[in-house]
């Protein structure tokens, strides 16, 4: 056990902020508040690491203290590899993680390379260095079922093609008298029940882990712990009745709970309204078959990692065979970014890909706009530079309700887990306005420190993820690996203080290529400038990246808020 | 039919030479002189194009006038999408092509792409606008052969382990009195013959298409072409016992044609010292099987793809068995980077990586001093130009005699086709002097316009690709690709002009990922900074890669050149 925690306070180690931050933020990745299992180094998703090794840790921390300002530190995989001189205006660190040629992009060729000591899974934001605890996915997850109470709304009032815009001013929450099913409680998974009951409906979420849902509870994310199913459901249909928030967490396996409740719903016991899952799915040795226990879990994983990945993927197989089976009972089913599909697929089952992914079915409208997690980190430590921001961005953003609502959501429930930290998400045209009005905070010193601004790697323009973000992109282009590549070019173009290009991410090896990037809000004139040219050029890549495809609200946008786009797609022509 | 040809001279039609070189650079890429298939944009290697259609031609050509020096455009596999405003360290055009998500990265899944209109293949400096004719390989080829030939004289005087490095003062180079045989005359396999006869060996290569060996005649890099085989082998036979340099082109199918030799060699009518192979073997629709003519080889391939790559397969798996058996029979046998061993064993053959790729067999060495493929282009279209920085560059390195011989072999023999270009491998420490003289020659008007200054992708650090470039490394990190990205990102960060990352190049999609970048040296001051950072940073990504993967030469060269490296690799302990 090593505890690391980010300095607090305006007293620096490294040479300036603009690598102070970077190791600052790779420390709080590693915060016991906010990492899944620091002294492994894992900070969520299963296996998604900061660092490769606790000397590669500490020799990155060393290395960033003694870099000057045209100085670029090169990590692959976790590990620093190398130091050279460039220039200021250039990343202060670039990041590789994960990534494998094609051919070799297999979890058994990584897992080998991860063994031998020359590679380590990065997941999105861990090996990223942006990962703020599960606040970082409530945002996201909060507006996604928002989304996906609209849309039942909008089905009882025959409008399904049309749902509402959010409705602001309405007494009671989207999902309010609905209740919704999900699996898994973990570092993502377990910002689902404060988000359903955020909009207002019951939750009853499932994991085999108890302690992983006592965890949220002590966290607030979730209102109470069951390991008895029936009373479980009672509490949860009692509170659909009464059309209030509530969630209760129920310990048991998804593969054998989500066809118990199932029988009861066509039984008539119950009705849900909603089902989802967030377990660990994309790593089959990071879900656990039925055969074992949670104790059993890791050894048998270990031993026989072949056996042990089959038995998850049969598991799994019933586990979406339950949910299609819900799906064909009425409910709104949809995949949550986990590859379980996939796995269902080759554990078997043939109807895996009946239900669709969340992107395609609720997200990808506000893609075309630009619109993605747009996060930022007090480095004073001191919550009260996050109240300052939330104001701020209120006042920057007056017209915008949504926001507003979810910002005053965010302060009055969510406990900040390490740095404090806020995210929002902001489109093109908006996210250098919040960049810039956070630099001058930190220059007229309404604020004690300087803020760090960065974005999850699932954005508009970010990512190839054809079972997640890219799933059934409109021209077929799902698998088109070239957007993040530019994206993460373009980042280290635009003044961004580190970059980062991943594969496989949540979705796992072979799904995925995406990438990030991190920027510090110093007060400085130089600050400025970079913050402009970053923060619309990366929404701009969301942009441009959906105009191709030929979405027709992405190319009102571009010519709306003027991206320069050199080839207009007119229909019908060749691309 | 529509002919493009770079403007030459003084007067640009772009805001600035940082614009205007990109711009001649991708016209030049399709110079008739330079491209093997310009109507259809395919450059070289198979389908390797500059542009995905004459209309993203068009775009591309269009953006770049118009742009600002802080500016950025973006290209997607060959499509220009978008223009951001960046500053004037950042490069002015980023690049991303045929790059796919792992699980999608198949020929066919590319090729319906590609149909669609969704990509286009970028092979490595097609779609990354520095392929500078068949000269650009031919100095690669060169070495290549020169070490090989180095290795048989080691062999015969019992030295193999330690071969002697390249004997300056010889009276004759080191393949004299040796036969090599090999297959392809294509874009990149047209220098095989010159580059032998350049090291006094004699050389028979097959080549299916009649028109591809004619064409290297004119270019004078084949000495002759023969219809019949005994004629053939009786002039390179009679050049072999004269120890003279002498090259003969055979029209026939390699898959017969290896065999045919195999036997009369074994019958004792001839002995064959080298063997290998240059056919488009990464896309086995560009390999002709034995079935067909040349003239039912584009509609096959088009009728039925599926079946055409059977057929291919199972000709490459009987041109490979040739191969491997030659080796048995004592020859020096590898393969020369365009995957054909892993062809043949698809094409049902056991044994096909029987025999090693040239990089572990005579390139890795080189490539832990940061060295490869430097190559520059004058912009003015003056051959003047070009000798007045072949003067320079030798002054610069004097006591090089081997670069000295080979700028002598390369002033005597090598034709330009298109604009003036010259290439010369040179490493860490080495490189940015030459960017840094030629931006002098530039500043001080001793050469008549801006020198474009670039590289293969096939280079010591830009590049995961492990059946040829990174086949065999001593750590098994083969398939690891964060390098290749953390090269393109540190270009990028390191004032390049245009940046590339591409998927598949020689040895075919699912098969690696590389990276490349190209500066101006236009004589400014801004220039020399960048052409200082960028000239240092990108070969010694070469050295830091390699110094990762264990290599004591890479160690030796970064301590005594000083690039800086977080952890030194102590031996025994976790990476
Ligand atoms: N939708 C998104 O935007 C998004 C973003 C990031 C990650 N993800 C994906 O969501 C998944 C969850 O991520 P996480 O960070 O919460 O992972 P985690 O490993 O922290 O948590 C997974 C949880 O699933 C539980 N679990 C495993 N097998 C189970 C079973 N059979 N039945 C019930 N519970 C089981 C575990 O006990 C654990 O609590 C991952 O696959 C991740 O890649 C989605
Ligand atoms: N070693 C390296 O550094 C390197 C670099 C780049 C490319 N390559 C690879 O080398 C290969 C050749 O590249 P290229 O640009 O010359 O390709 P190309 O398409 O221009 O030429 C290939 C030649 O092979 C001939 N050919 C095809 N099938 C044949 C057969 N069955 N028998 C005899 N000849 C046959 C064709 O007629 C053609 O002339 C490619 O696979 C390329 O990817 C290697």
Redesign the interface.
Known sequence: ARPVRAPRGTEITAKSWQTEAPMRMLMNNLDPEVAERPDELVVYGGTGRAA??W??FD??V??LKGMDDDE???V??G?????????V???RV?I??????????TWP?FRR?EA????MYGQMTAGSWIYIGTQGILQGTYETFAAVGRKLLAARQGTADHPAPPAQDAAEGPLAGTLTLTGGCGGMGGAQPLAVTLNDGACLIVDVDESRLRRRVGKRYLDEVETDLDAAIAKVCKAKEERRGWSVGYVGNAAEVFPEILRRHRAGELTVDVVTDQTSAHDPLSYLPTEYTVEQWKPEAEADPEGFTKKAENAMARHVQAMVEFQDEGAEVFDYGNSIRDEARKGGYGRAFAFPGFVPAYIRPLFCEGLGPFRWVALSGDPEDIKVTDQAIKELFPENKHLHTWLDAAEERVEFEGLPARICWLGYGERHQAGLLFNRLVAEGKVKAPIVIGRDHLDSGSV???YRETEAMK?????????P??N???A????ATW?S?H?GGGVG?????HAGQVSVADGTELAA?KLT?LL??DP??GV??HV?AGYERAAEVAAERG?????TPAPG???
């Open positions: 490769r090794s000397k590669a020799a990155i060393e290395t670029t530190l090169l692959q995989s590990k620093p590899v190398g130091v050279f001189r460039t220039n205006w250039a990343p670039l590789a993680n994960s990534n494998l040629v094609g051919d070799w992009a060729e390379l031998e000591g020359l590679t190839a993820s054809p021209d077929g282009s799902d698998a088109i690996a070239d957007w590549l530019l993460a070019l373009t280290a173009s635009s003044g970059v290009i594969h090896i072979g799904r995925s290529i400038a040219a619309t050029n701009g890549m441009i990246r191709d991206v320069k786009i050199p080839m022509t060749a691309k």
